[in-house]
């Protein structure tokens, strides 16, 4: 089964406002974009994958997410997270009804091709399911097989959102690097331990340079 991913970037200059303990304005932007890149990157290197669309209007997120291969859609509604997926999911579908569909979180710079096949292997056995992120709390996987709506519930408490709306809960070990996003000065240096993607890293590297 080869799944179509969409993943959701907002404009960089708004992106990971709660990493300014850690990184300030003017690197912020990048940093999200490096997350952006690593994950699609390790995403399009998955072979349950067989493609990703990424819905944003920064241009520049645009151009680069492109160069390694995800088609982009113009978030159109700009409506916020859901109906940034929901339009995604739905130019998805358009061209490729039979497709199975997932939503992916763009801040996930240490993701393992391996452990996101993993995921999606258990997601194929439900019409709609969710990964819960590392905190418990959040959701960085929604998947919906072909006939179904993938309905996202992204925000606050979107663990208990989706599975009050009938997704199943994947309860998976050994998938730490899909459960990892990336909010918090926390989160980036859990991320390191476990290994991001070359792009973080050498956005992270710059930061600890200068942190000393």
Do not use: Y
């Not at 990157?41 to 151009?63: E, K, S």
């Amino acid at each position: 089964m080869q799944w179509t991913l969409v993943v959701p970037v907002k404009p960089l200059a708004r992106a990971k406002s709660r990493l300014s303990d850690t990184a300030d304005d003017g690197v912020r932007p990048g940093l999200a974009l490096a997350f952006a890149q690593d994950t699609v990157a390790a995403a399009l290197a998955c072979p349950a994958v067989g493609d990703v669309a990424v819905v944003t209007d920064d241009a520049r997120a645009g151009r680069e997410l492109r160069e390694l291969g995800a088609a982009v859609v113009a978030d159109e509604p700009g409506g916020g997270l859901n109906a940034a997926l929901a339009h995604g999911a739905a130019a998805v579908r358009a061209a490729r009804p039979e497709s199975p569909v997932a939503a992916l979180n763009a801040d996930l710079p240490a993701l393992r091709p391996a452990e996101l096949a993993r995921a999606l292997a258990a997601a194929a056995q439900f019409p709609r399911a969710f990964l819960p992120d590392a905190a418990g709390i959040g959701t960085t996987l929604l998947t919906a097989l072909p006939g179904r709506e993938l309905a996202p519930a992204f925000g606050p408490d979107s663990r208990a959102r989706h599975r009050a709306s009938g997704a199943a809960e994947l309860r998976l070990g050994a998938v730490d690097s899909v459960r990892q996003d990336v909010d918090t000065g926390s989160d980036l240096r859990t991320a390191l331990v476990l290994g991001v993607g070359p792009r973080t890293a050498a956005v992270a590297a710059r930061l600890l340079i200068a942190g000393q």
